[in-house]
Structures are given as C-alpha cells and as structure tokens.
C-alpha cells in the first residue's frame, strides 16, 4: 500500500503544471495586464482579499516615497529547484511589503503559496499555532512581485514557497536584518 501511495504522489506531481490565467474582462478594474502578471487589485471575494495587494506599479508610498528595509533572503532549494531574492519593506505609511525580486523563479507546483514563519521547517500543513502566517497564492512562478503583508509577519524569520494542496515545502528564505 505505502508503494502505490508514492506512486500515486509521484505521478501527480509528473503530471501537474500549475498555471496562472487571468479570466477577469479585460478593461475592468481589477484586470491584470498580460505582460505585467503583478497588476491589479485583488478579487474582493477571494479569501486573500486585502491580504496580498499588489503596489509594484509605482503606487503610492507615502508622503516622503520612501520605503526602509527591514529583512532579506536569498530562496534556498528544500525539495524543488527555486532562486531569488525576498526583502521586506516598511513604507512611510507603516504598510508592510513583501517584494520578490526580478531575479525569483520557481519550480511549478500546484497551489503554491506565500508562508512566514517562526519555525525552519512547515512540515505536512500551515499551522498558525505555531507560528505560521499564509500570505496569498503565489502570483507567478517567476519574476519580481509584492504582497502586503500583517504585522504579525514582520518578526518571522523563515519565508516558504508552499505547495498546499499536497503539504510540501518548495524554498525557504531566511530573512536577517541590516543591509
């Protein structure tokens, strides 16, 4: 039995893609532009609403513009190819930014997500007893992007690349102040 449950698993990660298209009618508010994947607010029935918003586009970041660095990391493989930078920034308006850098790529899985935590390894399931803060799904597999995220999530140490549905961790980057 626990030979046919790898192989089960197995073939489900050979044959999954995860992909991202955006259904949403082109011109409307929320419509995300084709060649700039991060654009847009988020669906305000999506469980990630208000969590996640996108300010890559230059959006306002407060009176003076500034933003100050409080964390990086570099993504380090767990179980799936991935590379890049993560920083956390505060802008002048107190919000928190997570910001992946241009240079972020991942191995695709299906239902990745965005996870702080206070602990190195997530294990088989997010738990926030223990520390573990979900951001959103991961809007692309390669490439710059922002999320906002809570307070709650400034102190973490660990930032992971999820797989939900199946509970594997992708990357881990461990975030340390100074710059």
């Known amino acids: 039995m626990r030979t046919l449950t790898v192989l089960g698993l197995g073939a489900l990660l050979v044959g999954c893609e995860a992909g991202f298209e955006d259904l949403r009618p082109e011109g409307s508010a929320l419509a995300v532009d084709a060649g700039n994947p991060g654009e847009g607010a988020p669906d305000s029935s999506s469980p990630d609403a208000g969590v996640g918003a996108d300010l890559a586009s230059g959006a306002d970041l407060g009176p003076s513009g500034e933003a100050v660095l409080l964390t990086s990391g570099s993504f380090e493989r767990i179980g799936y190819r991935i590379?890049?930078?993560a920083e956390v920034f505060r802008l002048s308006d107190g919000t928190l930014e997570l910001r992946l850098g241009d240079d972020f790529s991942s191995t695709a899985v299906p239902g990745p997500v965005v996870v702080f935590s206070t602990r190195d390894r997530i294990g088989s399931q997010i738990d926030p007893g223990q520390g573990d803060i979900r951001i959103a799904a991961l809007r692309a597999n390669?490439?710059?992007?922002?999320?906002?995220?809570?307070?709650?999530?400034?102190?973490a140490p660990f930032l992971f690349i999820y797989c939900e549905p199946i509970g594997?961790?992708?990357?881990?980057?461990t975030l340390t102040t100074g710059g």
Request: aromatic share 4%; no cysteine.
């Open 83 to 85: 590379s890049g930078t």
């Open 142 to 155: 390669q490439g710059a992007q922002t999320y906002v995220i809570p307070e709650s999530a400034a102190d």
């Open 168 to 173: 594997l961790e992708v990357g881990i980057a």
